[in-house]
Nanobody
Framework: VQLVESGGGLVEPGGSLRLSCAAS????????MSWYRQSPGKERDLVAFISRLGVSTNYADSVKGRFTISRDNAKNTVYLQMNSLKPEDTAVYYCNVKTTEGDYWGQGTQVTVSS
């Protein structure tokens, strides 16, 4: 299983970023996909997840109304559209999948929100 995140970077408060996670090594459409984030000195927290067919989504209260998770099962990719970014959104963002064989993480992509 391989998960490769991309799309992070430096953005000003109020700006937007779109993260991508390209997945391989498992049947992508069979599993829920999740995004987590971790700031220095803090635990890794769930940001959002999406059901295997994209029918249902769930968000942390801190990002509701600003972030949107989506997936393209034809491309084996999950996305996180982040709008109205705040300094407190600064973190390393990780893609995650829990399959029948294990719990897998990407390497993470850094998002920094600063003026």
């Amino acid at each position: 299983v391989q998960l490769v995140e991309s799309g992070g970077g430096l953005v000003e408060p109020g700006g937007s970023l779109r993260l991508s996670c390209a997945a391989s090594g498992f049947t992508f459409s069979r599993y829920r996909m999740s995004w987590y984030r971790q700031s220095p000195g803090k635990e890794r927290d769930l940001v959002a997840f999406i059901s295997r067919l994209g029918v249902s989504t769930n968000y942390a209260d801190s990002v509701k109304g600003r972030f949107t998770i989506s997936r393209d099962n034809a491309k084996n990719t999950v996305y996180l559209q982040m709008n109205s970014l705040k300094p407190e959104d600064t973190a390393v963002y990780y893609c995650n999948v829990k399959t029948t064989e294990g719990d897998y993480w990407g390497q993470g992509t850094q998002v920094t929100v600063s003026s």
